[in-house]
């Protein structure tokens, strides 16, 4: 069974910085096409904020380009998201998530993947 487990949520300053992990089990991270971070504040929709592609090529949600880095580390089948200069805006829980069949490609939406972790806080305070 796949499972998504996500951590290093929190509550940080504007301009602070957090780095949030996910790690895998039940498959590889290698073993799929994209691999994602998402976003979400309650009552709106789940937004892409970061994308991987099993070829290494990297997408971001404009508003996070220059300040997000998503990374993944085969070996220890871990997706990570570098997070620095936060802002109040960052404010939502974030997940990660995990598509097989075709690469990225672009912000994929979240009906395109797969598998999903339950999520980790990320709170940022001006």
């Known amino acids: 069974q796949v499972q998504l487990l996500e951590s290093g949520g929190g509550s940080v300053q504007t301009g602070g910085s957090l780095r949030l992990s996910c790690v895998a089990s039940?498959?590889?991270?290698?073993?799929?096409?994209?691999l994602a971070w998402f976003r979400q504040v309650l009552g709106k929709e789940r937004e892409g904020v970061a994308y991987i592609s099993s070829d290494g090529t990297q997408y971001y949600a404009d508003y996070v380009k220059g300040r997000f880095t998503i990374s993944q580390d085969n070996a220890k089948n871990i997706l990570n998201l570098q997070m620095n200069s936060l802002k109040p805006e960052d404010t939502a829980m974030y997940y990660c998530s995990a598509r097989g069949g075709t690469r990225c490609y672009g912000r994929r939406p979240s009906g395109d993947f797969d598998h999903w972790g339950q999520g980790t806080q990320v709170t940022v305070s001006s």
């Open positions: 039940g498959y590889t991270t290698s073993s799929y096409a994209c």
